[in-house]
């Protein structure tokens, strides 16, 4: 029995400590026991190493020197097929620091898939495998320290069989340090020379995976798409975008709008550092499955001067949120062409608009802000939004691959192990390192391979997980691959001469007539047995240009792409051009065409919905107390070439604030009466009446009578009866009090309500017809619906 616990009791120290593995002495053990903190005990693990063997890779993408303080890079750890790891740890480190400390530590990491990486729970700032299994790429974010930080390395370790490979230099170590102050706003991509000969020939296919099924919160199901797709092939002298940079109008455009037509001006203005165009177009909606649409695809050339790419297509709608790659480098460091690339994509805010949705109305941001990657902290509203600061779901995958070599290339052998087929002896016989928690089947039989000729290919087994005894420790996949090749390809016939597929033919030899063009192709792996290949890697064919030659013959390059249709919906106009390489030999003009124009037909108009903001909010009352007006407006989103659009744009209805005071508003005085004696002292009489009586606090009425004395000597007595007709306005009118008020006529949006006071008792004279019932109005429910 205690034979038997042994192996488990080693099992899982191996799982606890996924650096320490076979390779390492009791001695590395014991001081990493003694260490202070877990951290330190992953620096100072020394596993096995082989020199100069570079099968892993860390790459800060853009392959920087120097970082900018709080920009963000994406960091990817690779494998070059056919090898694998199991395992990894990644941590970034100030210069000459051991990282016992947490000051030591330089930076953050932002994980981009959960279910591939996760933060170590004993060393929070490093970031390892979520499950252990057989993977060839992961990527992170790394967030560069604050300014003063100095120089950073950051340091990977690879598990793969139980062997460990951690180095201090080579490629699993990659130093970046602090960009100067003096250079504050130059690229910090490095001088890049490319030694690469001929061209080279890609294709660029865009596949979306933005969704309501993988991105539920608030998708906008109607006008959800991906803009067209804009880019090129450059030199390092020009770049389109950049994290940390600023968006010009072009990219801003594009971020906006979706419209790619200023980004393709600012493109072709470069055109001694631009050598191909990269135009896709647009998809709506933006996911459907790819066997109802394809993917978006577009090819391009590199050179030896032009031999990055860069583009980016607009997440649509959205305040300015984009997806592309940004300066990736098709050359590799022994003068060959890379021969695929693979890219999962997350969104990225071009920094020209403050939204936090999908549908914000516009909003710029002002001053600019920098181009930088979506977090899901950036907003409680964003719909990328996580409390806990987990990873964004990735939108997008764009593949890059080589489809053709043109030229003479300097580089005869293959680019790196993915050009050719790897050593496909029987692996050796790994130790089963299965923990016994876990009870399987026994693995089926190997399938047959997916390569039925000599390319490569892969086989597969499978097993059954029949009972999981313990579920804090987890069980290994169910499923095991093996590369493989088809029949009569194995090592036993040791005279396979494998070849690649054949480059495409050559431009002709000659402007007109003919000539002869040629194709080629290379040796991928030679015969086992030393044998020569005598499997021809060219071929030669005659060619004809323009039969009919003269000396009024000009020479022209081959057609460009068709550019994008003219129109966004219906028929419309495309274009493409070619330039003229040679004048008539005897100087005559050149007659050939350069232009080339043809009809296109869109999907019809009214398919394709207006895109519109959401509206603004209701504007104030137009006035300040009573009836008025209040208006709301929306802006069109869609490019302008979509047509019109007729839906409104801006609404418009009543509001009502509480009513405005009314004054008190009165008759013009009667004459004076006859004087009320036919001697002595007496007195004349004037009355005037109540035209509108006041409301809703307005200035109250005054008297409604004057006397006048005759004798001068009644004065005081005069003053003392006015005093009294003032305080009296109603001397016969009775008033009830007044009733409680009505309930309001609305429940939103601005009602009435009334109360009224009755007539207890009125005066039979005529002189105050202004004694009736009364009725006040006031304002009530004035919030909007």
Not at 56 to 61: D, H, K, N, P, T
Not at 395 to 419: L, M, S
Not at 567 to 588: E, F, L, V, Y
Not at 630 to 641: G, H, N, V, Y
């Amino acid at each position: 029995m205690a034979a038997r616990l042994r192996p488990l009791a080693l099992r899982l120290l191996a799982l606890t400590f996924p650096l320490v593995a076979r390779g390492f002495s009791d001695e590395t053990l014991e001081k990493a026991a003694k260490s202070e903190g877990y951290c330190s005990r992953i620096l100072r693990a020394q596993g096995t190493r082989r020199e100069g063997y570079n099968e892993f890779s860390l790459r800060v993408e853009g392959d920087p020197e120097f970082y900018k303080p709080g920009n963000s890079y994406r960091v990817t750890l690779s494998a070059a097929t056919p090898a694998y790891f199991r395992g990894f740890t990644l941590i970034a480190l100030k210069e000459g620091k051991e990282g016992d400390k947490e000051e030591d530590h330089a930076g953050t990491f932002q994980i981009i898939d959960e279910e591939e990486t996760q933060f170590m729970s004993n060393c929070p700032v490093a970031v390892t495998e979520s499950t252990p299994r057989r993977r060839t790429r992961i990527q992170v974010f790394w967030t560069a320290p604050p300014t003063g930080t100095g120089c950073v390395i950051l340091k990977a370790s690879i598990v793969q069989k139980r062997i460990i490979y951690f180095q201090d230099e080579g490629s699993l170590t990659k130093r970046i340090c602090e960009q100067d102050s003096a250079s504050e706003g130059v690229t910090d991509k490095p001088i890049l020379d490319c030694c690469a000969c001929g061209t080279a020939k890609y294709r660029l296919t865009f596949y979306g995976n933005w969704s309501e099924k993988t991105h539920p919160k608030d998708f906008p199901r109607r006008t959800n798409h991906w803009s067209a797709i804009i880019g090129s092939s450059h030199s390092k002298n020009y770049i389109l975008w950049e994290y940390g940079g600023y968006a010009s109008e072009g990219v801003k455009q594009v971020a906006e709008l979706g419209s790619p037509v200023k980004m393709e001006e600012e493109i072709r203005q470069q055109s001694d550092e631009v050598l191909t165009v990269i135009k896709a177009k647009a998809q709506w909606p933006a996911w459907q499955p790819l066997n109802v649409r394809a993917a978006p695809s577009a090819e391009f050339s590199v050179d030896r001067h032009r031999h990055l790419m860069s583009f980016l297509t607009m997440l649509g709608p959205s305040p300015d949120w984009n997806v592309g790659l940004s300066a990736e480098d098709l050359c590799t460091k022994d003068c060959g062409w890379v021969q695929k690339v693979v890219q999962d994509l997350i969104p990225w805010d071009a920094g020209t608009d403050s939204g936090v949705t999908y549908e914000s109305p516009n909003k710029p941001t002002v001053p600019q802000e920098k181009i930088r990657p979506l977090t899901s902290l950036d907003h409680p509203q964003s719909p990328f939004y996580d409390p806990e600061g987990g990873s964004i779901k990735l939108v997008a995958r764009v593949v890059i691959e080589r489809i053709a070599r043109k030229g003479e290339q300097c580089n005869i052998v293959p680019d790196n192990i993915d050009d050719i087929v790897a050593d496909l002896a029987p692996e050796e016989k790994e130790e089963d390192d299965t923990p016994e928690t876990c009870i399987y089947s026994n693995w089926s039989p190997w399938s047959a391979c997916s390569s039925s000729t000599c390319e490569k290919g892969k086989r597969m087994r499978q097993r059954m997980l029949k009972a999981q005894l313990d579920l804090s420790v987890p069980c290994p996949d169910t499923q095991d691959f093996q590369p493989c090749m088809g029949p009569g390809c194995s090592d036993e016939d040791g005279s396979t001469c494998m070849m690649s597929d054949w480059i495409t033919w050559s431009p002709c030899s000659v402007s007109c007539g003919m000539g002869t063009r040629s194709r080629e192709r290379y040796v991928k792996q030679f015969p086992e047995d030393g044998s020569m290949c005598k499997v021809p890697t060219e071929e030669t064919e005659k060619c004809i240009v323009n039969e009919e030659c003269s000396p009024s013959s000009c020479l022209v390059t081959e057609w460009g792409e068709w550019d994008e249709c003219s129109a966004s919906c219906g028929t419309g106009m495309k274009r493409r051009h070619r330039m003229i390489k040679m004048t008539p030999a005897d100087g005559s003009m050149c007659k050939a065409e350069t232009t080339e124009a043809e009809k296109c037909m869109m999907p019809e108009c009214h398919t394709i919905p207006c895109l519109l903001s959401p509206w603004s909010e209701w504007s104030d009352c137009s006035v300040t107390c009573g009836k008025g007006m209040r208006t709301r407006q929306r802006m069109l989103k869609s490019a302008a070439e979509l047509g019109d659009c007729n839906e409104e744009l801006e609404q418009a209805e009543k509001c009502m604030l509480p009513e405005c005071p009314i004054d008190c508003e009165l008759t013009e005085w009667s004459q004076w009466s006859e004087c009320n004696t036919s001697c002595g002292k007496g007195h004349m009489i004037r009355t005037r009446m109540i035209k509108i009586e006041p409301q809703f606090g307005g200035t109250a009425c005054p008297g409604m009578e004057k006397r006048r004395w005759k004798e001068a000597r009644e004065k005081r007595r005069s003053e003392q009866a006015k005093k009294n007709i003032d305080n009296e306005q109603y001397p016969v009118c009775r008033l009830k009090p007044w009733t409680a008020w009505t309930e309001c006529s609305t429940l939103c949006g601005g009602g009435i309500q009334e109360r009224y006071m009755m007539v207890k008792k009125r005066s039979k004279s005529t002189q105050f017809t202004s004694c009736k019932d009364k009725k006040e109005l006031r304002a009530c429910n004035v919030h909007p619906c």
